[in-house]
Each structure stands twice: as structure tokens, then as C-alpha cells.
């Protein structure tokens, strides 16, 4: 896939951006099967052979627009990872950024619509769970199987623990969010979801000794 950032944004970087602006603004008022690339071509002002270029398909420009996506929840589990900080600021910082991302309008459309049409459409299904819930889950177990691994968390299924932890943090707060029963802003109810959570992961799995 196409690069869709560098140090200096060229024309062929920002001609991408406007694709995936674009297709996410027609897929979500459209639906995955309704969107064209007709449709995502005119609203981005570019044209459909540069979409097949750069993106092959209608499906491999949706997987774009969910890599983009989740690469803003990897960010703080991987500044945090960089700069070695302490495991629970790094869960804490992850766990802001995994929420406000899952809250915010778009990705919460993007729920409803693989909620209403992924029995209709396997393959666009699997690629979401895939590109999104799999890649998260797997990426949070490599930054706890590391960190146990240097004695720092005793866990030993990180696959399962991530998945857990996950889980903890979108709880009912997501679910009655993507049902419209609340809304924005969340900030209060995405600090004490995100503490409570890192909390009930160090006492379970924090350091033998150390477990408070």
C-alpha cells in the first residue's frame, strides 16, 4: 500500500489523503456496497485510475482507510514502548487514545455499518476485524509479552490478557454510544473507564511482589 505520510507532504501525499477523505465521507453516507468508486473519484477530484493504482479495488482502498484509522490508536503504545515508560502510563495513555478513537463520530459509524452489513458482506467483515480489533489485540500482546518478558508484568497468555483489557475499556460505554444513548463529550466517563481498567491489569498482573 501506498505511503500515506511523510516529513514533507508531496502532491501524490496529499492527492491520497483527499481519496481517503473522500471514500470515508462516501462509504459511511453510502454504505460499502452503495459507494462507488465513480462516487469516491468525483468527490476527491481524482481520477478512478489513480484510485486502482494506488489502492487496487474498492476493498483494498477500505482496508486503507481502516489501516489509517487504527494507526491513530497504535500511536501512544508505541511512543510510550519507544521511550520505555513505565507500563502503567503506558496502558493509561494507550487506553485514552484507544477510547477517544472509538468514540469519535466516524469510527463509531464505521461500527454501526460493519454491524448492519457484515453478515451481508463476509469479506469486508473479516478485513475490519482483521485490520482493526485483530491487529490491536495482537499488537497490546506484543507490548505486554515484552514487558513480561523483562519482569515487569507476569502474564502468560498476552494474547488473552490483551484481549481482556480491550474488552474492559469499551464495556457498556461503547455499546451505548454506537446505540446513540449517549453522547459526546466523554472525557469524564473515558478517565475513570481508562483507571479503572489499568488499575484491575496491574493488581492482576502486575509484578509478583508487587501487585497492589
Known amino acids: ?7 514533507r507532504p508531496n502532491r ?7 481519496i481517503l477523505a473522500a471514500a470515508e465521507e462516501v462509504f459511511l453516507e453510502k454504505g460499502f456496497e452503495g459507494g462507488s468508486l465513480d462516487d469516491v473519484a468525483r468527490q476527491a477530484n481524482a481520477s478512478k485510475a489513480t484510485i486502482y493504482a494506488h489502492f487496487g479495488n474498492k476493498l483494498g482502498l ?20 519507544a521511550k520505555h515508560e513505565p507500563v502503567r502510563d503506558v496502558l493509561t495513555e494507550f487506553g485514552r487514545g484507544f477510547l477517544h478513537t472509538l468514540l469519535s463520530p466516524v469510527p463509531l459509524k464505521f461500527y454501526r455499518l460493519m454491524v448492519s452489513q457484515g453478515s451481508n ?32 508484568m507476569d502474564i502468560a497468555a498476552p494474547d ?4 481482556l483489557f480491550l474488552m474492559s475499556l469499551r464495556g ?5 454510544a454506537a446505540a446513540g444513548l449517549i453522547h459526546p463529550p466523554f472525557d469524564k ?24
Open 12 to 18: 501524490q501525499t496529499q492527492r491520497l489523503a483527499a
Open 121 to 152: 458482506f463476509p469479506d469486508l467483515a473479516k478485513l475490519w476485524f482483521a485490520e482493526g480489533p485483530r491487529t490491536n489485540i495482537s499488537m497490546l500482546a506484543a507490548f505486554l509479552k515484552h514487558r513480561a518478558e523483562l519482569g515487569e
Open 189 to 212: 466517563a473515558i478517565t475513570a473507564k481508562v483507571a479503572a481498567a489499568v488499575d484491575m491489569m496491574m493488581r492482576a498482573y502486575g509484578p509478583k511482589g508487587a501487585k497492589s
Open 62 to 81: 477500505f482496508r486503507a482507510l481502516l489501516e489509517h484509522r487504527i494507526g491513530q490508536i497504535r500511536a501512544p503504545l508505541h511512543a510510550g514502548e
Open 1 to 7: 500500500m501506498a505511503a500515506l505520510t511523510s516529513p
Open 160 to 163: 488473552t490478557v490483551a484481549e
Open 172 to 176: 457498556a460505554l461503547h455499546l451505548q
